[in-house]
């Protein structure tokens, strides 16, 4: 054994890390946390000062039992997990766990996985800090707390299997609002007049000029007035100014911002980012990725400015540092960057390149120069009217940092292009119109949050860390609170008034609107318990609590503050709500909306949350009769949900007709519209109305399903009503007792015989090669 051992969090960093130490050093991983909170427990002590009760899980102690093995055998143990308070709990979980002592270990940290920084951090060890352990330590146990007492509660007030955050409910609310104020939004419609000027350029070509007027005028009769105006108006340039403009490079990229412009360039999501990112790290090409911080070593800007005097020229240089805006910015000590900047390339995967190119762009153009530019812009006066149009150009006339990289925005309308250059105009020079319009225009209801966009607002809010983003946007996707999806739109009209050879004409168009594309969208679960946990526990999901929890962890990292001061002074407050709202009793089902009476039977017409969803309900539990349910229909939401729609719902079953003597109908089930025929069930191809699909189209899916389930059974034994050869995604296969067994290759499943299957069958238990299966769904479809 080596007389050093390193420890790491991740087998790539592992061997990384190998090749730049020599024979005396051994590199092992210990695959992140080797120990948490215990699973199925509490896992708190809260009696005594919240002390935490650890575990090592069970696909752990292996790997604990080989650690635990090779620091016995070394003379020093080197901790080199991540900088950040994560990696400083896990370097804090090994010492305790392998019972390391003081004097043979040593805790190192390094932002880049390159040669000199792992030669320089063993050159400069350090104790590990106890101070970042207990902020980890307190995320930790508080997300516990907030978790393990909220689930609960969710399980009996609104539906089994829920689970709440601290930071998920949040981002849930957020998403939630905005959904809620698009639907209170009411469009204002407004008129925009443009004009196309024709003039002569320098070389005397005809050419035109596009200008708009300043105003957005409110109603039709107005915009009528000003292209009456414009009719037997003369148009004169009132005025020309000309100004330069600069315009500076983004700073480099921290993980927020990283993982916003990756969604927007690369159509990456957030954890998709992270992942290729941590990869870039481990594989020594960038800084580490978890950082809130924008600033840049000395030794990375001196680097950069010879990279860009090499490649573009020593004009293009304009060396500068950044600072740090963000609160609490203390995750790490530099922004994401290339390690090595004249490195314009890597080897790696499409998406590692794609994303190592983003960085180091983005942190080339930082320490460029400006773009300089030039903006025109003309007034066009009326003879007849105090109105003016206004044309405006820009042209770039040094592109300093925009010859690398431009800035994306989740707005197009952020975006400003360069590039329009106005023709030659003077001042007092007359024009002629070719055509002006008035085109009717509407507001826009705020936009859906996407990945991007949302990681920016809880940013801005102080909800969350670098390091929490990622698995806050992918938690509340998994549990169904939010789904990423898209809007189709509407097809909506506007009015077009158009002035052309001194006529006014007016048509109508239309245009779709409200198509969106990869939103976070709530669902009706994210709703209820967003309204839920917001009226039962408001400290819980109000933002400015969130955000002062994590000042107060970034306090307790800082040495400032005693994690278990905090834990007492939430819990005190927060268990005795729990105990209180668990005991309440409400009049009805949390997040049940009536919505009228049902004009056959007269009773009560509601949704709700169900077992497994959105259901609408016709009655209550006290009546005589049950009450009756239906799923409700992908698209519809209890908030919006109508009674006419709700009532549709209620039309089915559906009688289509008969076929053979036996009844043909159609329902909707909790895995959609099906068509239900001879014991058997067929399900209705998606964007299938069951409220119009024919007898005839019923029986030609249920053909088409039993010739389909004919091909999957290919063979069965009468002396063995328990084994058959079906025929799988993969191929054929032997489904025999509750197991599937593979049939050999270059063997026709169509020849084997009975005994010769129970040999495979008997070959394959004894190897333990069997796979679990669905044999007996096959026997008694055989049955029936």
């Known amino acids: 054994m080596a007389k050093n051992l390193v420890i790491v969090e991740s087998p790539a960093k592992a061997k990384t890390i190998e090749k730049f130490l020599g024979k005396d050093f051994t590199v092992l991983s210990s695959y992140g946390h080797i120990r948490d909170l215990k699973k199925k427990d509490f896992g708190i002590d809260v009696e005594h000062n919240f002390a935490p009760d650890y575990e090592i899980p069970e696909d752990k102690k292996t790997v604990v039992k080989s650690l635990k093995s090779a620091a016995a055998g070394a003379d020093m143990v080197w901790l080199a997990s991540d900088e950040d308070r994560e990696g400083e709990a896990i370097a804090w979980h090994l010492y305790e766990v392998l019972k390391l002592r003081p004097e043979h270990t040593k805790r190192i940290v390094f932002h880049e996985i390159t040669k000199t920084a792992i030669l320089q951090a063993i050159e400069h060890p350090r104790d590990i800090d106890r101070n970042l352990v207990d902020a980890q330590q307190a995320r930790r146990i508080l997300d516990r707390l907030v978790g393990f007492e909220l689930s609960p509660v969710l399980w009996r007030k609104v539906k089994p299997s829920l689970s709440a955050g601290r930071v998920q409910s949040v981002a849930v609310r957020l998403i939630v609002e905005r959904e809620r104020e698009i639907h209170a939004f009411r469009s204002e419609a407004s008129y925009r007049a443009t004009a196309l000027f024709l003039l002569e350029d320098a070389d005397g070509k005809p050419v035109e000029l596009k200008a708009e007027v300043a105003r957005r005028m409110k109603t039709k009769a107005e915009a009528q007035q000003l292209l009456e105006a414009c009719r037997t108006a003369t148009f004169t340039i009132t005025d020309i100014t000309k100004r330069p403009l600069k315009k500076s490079p983004a700073a480099p990229f921290t993980t927020s911002t990283l993982q916003q412009e990756a969604a927007r360039k690369l159509s990456f999501t957030v954890a998709q980012t992270m992942r290729v990112a941590q990869q870039l790290y481990e594989a020594g090409h960038i800084t580490y990725m978890r950082t809130d911080s924008v600033n840049l070593s000395s030794l990375a800007i001196h680097t950069s400015k010879e990279a860009i005097t090499r490649l573009m020229g020593e004009q293009y240089v304009h060396s500068r540092n950044f600072q740090t805006k963000t609160k609490g910015a203390q995750e790490a000590h530099e922004a994401i960057r290339p390690t090595y900047m004249d490195q314009t ?440």
């Open 345 to 784: 390339e890597i080897a790696g995967t499409a998406q590692e390149k794609k994303l190592y190119d983003l960085i180091w762009k983005r942190t080339i153009a930082s320490q460029m120069a400006e773009a300089q530019l030039e903006k025109t812009t003309a007034t066009i006066g009326l003879s007849n009217a105090s109105d003016t149009f206004v044309a405006e150009g820009e042209v770039v006339t040094f592109d300093g940092f925009l010859r690398l990289y431009r800035e994306s925005f989740d707005d197009e309308a952020d975006s400003q292009s360069e590039g329009t250059l106005l023709p030659p105009l003077t001042k007092g020079q007359t024009l002629t119109y070719r055509q002006i319009t008035a085109t009717q225009r509407f507001s826009q209801h705020p936009p859906r949050y996407t990945e991007a966009s949302l990681v920016r607002k809880m940013e801005e809010l102080g909800i969350g860390r670098p390091s929490t983003y990622a698995p806050t946007i992918s938690t509340i996707q998994q549990r169904d609170y939010v789904e990423k999806g898209d809007r189709e739109g509407t097809e909506r009209s506007y009015n077009v008034l158009t002035l052309y050879q001194a006529q006014i004409t007016e048509s109508t168009q239309t245009e779709l609107t409200g198509a969106e594309k990869g939103k976070l969208l709530p669902t009706d679960i994210g709703m209820v318990v967003t309204d839920f946990l917001a009226q039962n526990f408001p400290n819980i999901m109000n933002y400015n609590f969130t955000a002062n929890v994590e000042k107060q962890f970034d306090e307790i990292a800082e040495g400032e503050t005693r994690w278990t001061v905090i834990m007492d002074d939430f819990y005190k407050t927060f268990h005795p709500n729990v105990e209180k709202t668990l005991t309440e009793k409400t009049a009805h089902k949390v997040g049940e909306r009536l919505l009228g009476t049902d004009p056959v039977s007269g009773k009560p017409v509601s949704v709700k949350i169900g077992r497994f969803g959105p259901i609408a309900q016709i009655g209550s539990a006290e009546d005589a009769d049950k009450p009756r349910f239906s799923s409700l229909k992908k698209g519809m939401s209890i908030e919006t949900v109508t009674l006419g729609e709700v009532l549709e719902l209620f039309k089915l079953p559906r009688h289509l007709g008969e076929q053979a003597g036996k009844v043909v109908t159609v329902n909707i089930g909790r895995f959609g519209p099906y068509v239900y025929y001879n014991g058997s069930y067929t399900s209705l191809p998606k964007g299938t109305d069951p409220m119009e699909i024919s007898l005839e189209e019923a029986l030609a899916l249920i053909q088409a399903k039993a010739e389909a389930d004919a091909k999957k059974h290919l063979k069965q034994f009468a002396g063995e009503p328990e084994l058959e050869i079906m025929n799988g995604r993969f191929g054929p296969y032997i489904a025999y007792k509750g197991s599937n067994y593979k049939i050999p290759k270059n063997t026709a499943p169509d020849t084997l015989t009975l005994e010769q299957c129970l040999e495979i069958v008997r070959t394959q238990q004894a190897k333990g090669e069997a796979s679990g299966g669905k044999p007996k769904r096959a026997a008694k479809a055989k049955k029936a």
